[in-house]
């Protein structure tokens, strides 16, 4: 089993005429996701890698049966296309743009709650279950299938830390990219308790940073005594606090948020957590190796 | 983006919060026209905190005295940033002195409102101000507020006061585009009258796509920098310069601050943060080498990319290029992988560069080179 996305769900492209829209139509069903329509207002009709293009996603919906949408489109469209897409239906959205104001956040995390849906993002490459499906921009020759569920605050950490792991034989059951900005969809404690669900997942990677506070999510889980074995990697550690390191979540503004402190709270709650790339793999074999 | 203090408080007033009746100078000549009355304070205008502690406002009894703050604020520093402006407001008897603000917590998924008893220059100092977390404008509940603000707030014409102006500054954070909005110190005046004495306002810089002062005041900034690093900003690359001398050209923050880190832990210094992800293309990539070759700080170049949406054989096409085009001696190390980095030998070999097998390698050989070339410097050969 993997969480949130497997081969069965149906997904729309909002976007989908766009450039990113129409590699990732043809990258996601190479890969085995079900995309069954995509939406283009003004291009309803036509059709983009065979997948038939609609006005909305309401009608993409009544059309196809779509449950899932991938929202490809700019930042100042962004809020709006997220809310027609829950409005429509949709249980799972994946917004990865980045440069979104905080107030659109706020309001695209809220309307999901509202409905009980699932958003990823904004700022994530997506989520993928390796050997199922892929929801998102990420490289498919990274992942494999195997017992790991990988949470990533970055999307170009989480292809480096993936191939890396799958190069070693430890492979992913889903690998979920939650975002970089501080107020996001889904966040680490919630993509956990998914994770924490499933049966086939049996160790948990999460991939932080500096600034904001989902590492402290993660080593609350930690403590609990029936949590899965769990490995960190934070980076940052040479960052300049007051600084903000390029995502929006990335900064230091309290001793909380610092490198040091979240390390410490990590390894105190017995999360397997290092600073270092080159030392994580090594460490999750141990892990996987140690708890099984 | 922070705005100066005196931005900060017409935004207030805007919301109908009353604000000390300020005149802001520009220069000593702007004096002249205003009719003052004294004691007044005099407040330097940087875009940061802690300006009363490094002798930032000055009070002033007379007219000469004014003369002389606002010549020597115009003149202040304060940790490189020099005074735009300097702040005249009158020096007023204040009872007491709170915290309010409202700012964003990505762990209430939105906004906070902090609330102390005790502002002033020392909130830091005193016990941490209590939170309530209503997330978004709608969810917010005076009677909420109310609750979490009883235990420490016992004047209670204060809080009713405090209650209404929390509403306020969530507004103006959910409708303007405002990461934070802060009043430190809170004045309470006689009768339990509220004035905002000072103000901190963050704006959203995501958000100049819809507020064009947030965009020109982006713009403006960039104009500060030094060409290179303008046409970089305004090319929309994400860089911060930091202390040592091993250039980095990056994709993605986290895998750049990843790869910061194994410069660091490698024995090297890295000489910046550059993240080129939001324009991976030729004139981006053209924009980051110009600015670091341009920096005689920096040693040697490491470029370190693992693209998703980013076509690798694309970049590694203008790798090259770029290689051919420039004139600076600065070595180059690389380390691209990602969406179709199976071309990358192919395309690198016609040119003789080397594409390295991990970045644990190019992050060695960086340093390395990073080393000599500093060698080289100390030993005089250059």
Known sequence: MSVLLDAEKSVVIQGITGKMGRFSARDLMEYGTKVVAGTAPGRGGSSVEGVPVFESVAAAVRGTGADTALTYVPAAAALDAVLEALDAGCRLVVYPGDGLPVADAIEMRAAAKERGAVLLGPNTPGLISPGRAKLGFMPSTCFAPGPLGVISRSGSLSYEVSKRLTVAGLGQTTVIGIGGDPVKGLTAGEALALLHADPETTGIVYLGEIGGGDEYDIAAYTSHPDAKPTAALVVGRSAPPGRKMGHAGALVSSRRDTHEAKMQALLEAGVYATASMAALVPLVREMMHYES | ?382
């Not at chain 2, 004691?39 to 002033?60: E, H, T, W």
């Not at chain 2, 290029?321 to 199976?342: Q, W, Y």
């Not at chain 2, 992050?363 to 100390?378: K, Q």
């Open chain 2, 1 to 382: 983006m922070m705005l100066l203090e005196y931005e900060a408080k017409r935004l207030l007033r805007g919301v109908g919060i009353q604000t000390p009746q300020g005149h802001v100078v520009f220069s000593e000549r702007d004096l002249a026209a205003l009719a003052l009355t004294y004691p007044l304070a005099a407040k330097v205008q940087v875009a940061s905190g802690g300006r009363g502690k490094r002798g930032g406002v000055v009070k002033v009894d007379d007219a000469h005295g004014a003369q002389r703050a606002v010549a020597m604020l115009l003149e202040t520093q304060l940790d490189g940033e020099a005074s735009r402006a300097v702040l005249l407001e009158p020096w007023l008897p204040l009872e007491r002195e709170l915290y309010l603000s409202v700012t964003v917590d990505g762990t209430a998924g939105g906004y906070v409102v902090l609330y102390s008893p005790h502002g002033g220059i020392d909130v830091e100092s005193g016990a941490p101000p209590v939170r309530y977390a209503p997330g978004r404008l709608q969810r917010f509940r005076a009677h909420e507020l109310r609750e979490v603000l009883s235990p420490v707030e016992h004047d209670s014409v204060v809080r009713e006061r405090v209650l209404l102006l929390a509403r306020r500054l969530l507004m103006l954070a959910a409708t303007r585009d405002c990461l934070t909005v802060e009043i430190n110190p809170l004045g309470v005046l006689s009768e339990g009258r509220l004035i905002a004495v000072d103000a901190k306002v963050v704006r959203d810089d995501a958000a100049g796509f819809r507020a064009p002062e947030i965009d020109a005041a982006i713009r403006s900034s960039w104009d500060l920098e030094p060409d290179p690093v303008r046409l970089a900003l305004q090319g929309r690359l994400s860089y911060v310069r930091l202390e040592g001398d091993v250039g980095l050209i990056s994709g993605g923050a986290g895998m750049t601050m990843a790869v910061m880190d194994l410069i660091d832990a490698a024995g090297g210094r890295p000489a910046c943060f550059l993240d080129c992800s939001a324009n991976p293309t030729p004139s981006g990539y053209r924009l980051a080498f110009e600015m670091l070759d341009a920096d005689p700080s920096i040693g040697v170049i490491l470029v370190s990319i693992f693209g998703g949406g980013t076509h690798m054989e694309r970049v590694a096409r203008v790798m090259v290029e770029i290689m051919d085009e420039r004139c600076s001696t600065k070595p180059v190390v690389f380390r691209l992988d990602g969406t179709n980095a199976d071309q990358i030998p192919a395309i690198f070999g016609r040119r003789g560069l080397v594409n390295c097998a991990s970045i644990e390698d190019a992050v060695r050989d960086a340093v390395d080179l990073a080393r000599s070339r500093g060698a080289s410097i100390v030993g005089g050969e250059r």
